[in-house]
Each structure stands twice: as C-alpha cells, then as structure tokens.
Nanobody, 125 residues
Framework: QVQLVESGGDLVQFGGSLRLSCVASGFSMDSYSIGWFRQAPGKEREGVSC????????FYANSVKGRFTISRDNAKNTVYLQMNSLKPEDTAVYSCAADRRGYYCSDEEKWYDYWGQGTQVTVSS
C-alpha cells in the first residue's frame, strides 16, 4: 500500500521554527518529485515547495522564499521542509504529495499522484 505520512506540525510562536517530515512507504521516493502544499481555513490549497528527483530542481512559493528549505534523504525515503521565521499567515494544514514525473517540479495539484493526510502547523501572534 502506497502511503505518505507527514509529521512535525505543532503550535509555535511567531518567529519560531519547525521541521516537517514526509515519509513514504510502499514505493521508493527516489524517482519522484515531492511537493508540499498547505491549506488554511477558508482558503484554497496552495503549493508551498517542491523538490525533484535531482536536488538541483526546487520550487518555492514567493511567500516562503528565504524562510523555508526543502530537502530529501532518499536512503530514509523522507523529504523535509525546514520552516524558519514562521508567521501567523503560515498557519495551515501542510500535506506532502508525490509526482512520478521526477524531472518536473510543479505547484499544480493535478500532477501529484499520492497524498498524505496532513499535519497541522499553528503559529501564534
């Protein structure tokens, strides 16, 4: 069974940091692009970041550039999202997703085949 499981979400204060993890099972992440998406209450889900099968291929939404860093450890079948300088506007459920086209890195949901359940990130004022 293909699964993606996120962890690391928490309640943090303004300016704090969190590292989210996305662990795959039932398949190898090696050849997949992995994206992070978020959805805040009352808002549409948006692409946050993506990393291709090659470390050199990445995407960041303008709202998180300079604050978030995506990375992967293929030996652990895990992708990370390091989030620094967190703001209340970052509060959302964060989900990871896998795109079998590892040579592309898209912020469009339609390209992703597998999705995790999400982890809650809350940033207090």
């Amino acid at each position: 069974q293909v699964q993606l499981v996120e962890s690391g979400g928490d309640l943090v204060q303004f300016g704090g940091s969190l590292r989210l993890s996305c662990v795959a099972s039932g398949f190898s992440m090696d050849s997949y692009s992995i994206g992070w998406f978020r959805q805040a209450p009352g808002k549409e889900r948006e692409g946050v970041s993506c990393i291709g099968s090659s470390d050199g291929l990445t995407f960041y939404a303008n709202s998180v550039k300079g604050r978030f860093t995506i990375s992967r450890d293929n030996a652990k079948n895990t992708v990370y999202l390091q989030m620094n300088s967190l703001k209340p506007e970052d509060t959302a459920v964060y989900s990871c997703a896998a795109d079998r086209r590892g040579y592309y890195c898209s912020d469009e949901e339609k390209w992703y085949d597998y999705w995790g359940q999400g982890t809650q990130v809350t940033v207090s004022s």
